[in-house]
């Protein structure tokens, strides 16, 4: 069975939020996102795909409101 | 119910300290290396099973590392690698492993390097395996 782009993705950023984000605010939405997606899938916190998607643009916005200083 | 979990979940993390707190607290990897567990687990047809094997790995790992069997963090790496049954795994499950022990393993040299595991470098490795035993632990539990 092939690797989809989605498992793909997945898989970068479990890997980014295991080694650390350090300075990337790009990086740290992504870590937001795998945070709520497996509160969601390991806890069975009511969040649907759509609210995750949320949670995480508010805090890449934030992000780069603190990159662009 | 989801409206308040969500405004809960978001105040919290809202504002730099928040941002601050996601980039360097450990609970970000702990996060992630429980959701890589369980994704992992929940590939399997028979997940159950392959919750204990997590467990089992995990803990004889652990007991590697307590007694001085595997001392430093290439040891330790090498270990969990050769107690894997690799051909078993689809490319998924290959990739999606190999990557989370290569980052474990990053993770850690850049925590506390290279030579051999102090006291405490064992209670930091200790740690990520607790994480993955935990994760596979409540997989059992909410699935059994």
Avoid at chain 1, 6 to 17: F, G, N, P, Y
Avoid at chain 2, 87 to 112: A, C, G, K
């Amino acid at each position: 069975m092939a690797v989809t782009d989605k498992q793909r993705k997945e898989i970068t950023q479990i890997q980014r939020a295991i080694e650390g984000a350090k300075g990337s605010a790009e990086i740290s939405a992504a870590t937001v996102s795998v945070l709520l997606a497996g509160a969601s899938s390991m806890f069975g916190v009511p969040l649907t795909p759509e609210m995750i998607a949320a949670g995480s643009a508010l805090l890449a916005g934030i992000g780069n409101r603190i990159t662009r200083g | 119910m989801r409206v308040s979990v969500l405004a809960l979940i978001l105040t919290l993390l809202s504002g730099c300290a928040a941002i601050q707190f996601a980039e360097n607290n450990p609970y970000v990897a702990a996060a992630a290396v429980q959701a890589a567990t369980v994704k992992f687990i929940d590939e399997s047809s028979t997940s159950l099973y392959r919750a204990g094997d997590v467990i089992a790995v995990a803990e004889l790992t652990k007991e590697q590392v307590n007694t001085d069997q595997a001392t430093t963090l290439s040891a330790v790496s090498d270990l969990v690698r050769g107690l894997v049954d690799w051909n078993s795994l689809n490319q998924y499950e290959t990739l999606l492993l190999s990557s989370v022990i290569d980052s474990v393993e990053s993770r850690l040299l850049d925590d506390i390097g290279a030579g051999l595991l102090s006291e405490q470098d064992k209670v930091r490795v200790n740690h990520f395996l607790d994480w993955v035993i935990e994760a596979a632990e409540m997989y059992k539990m909410r699935n059994q």
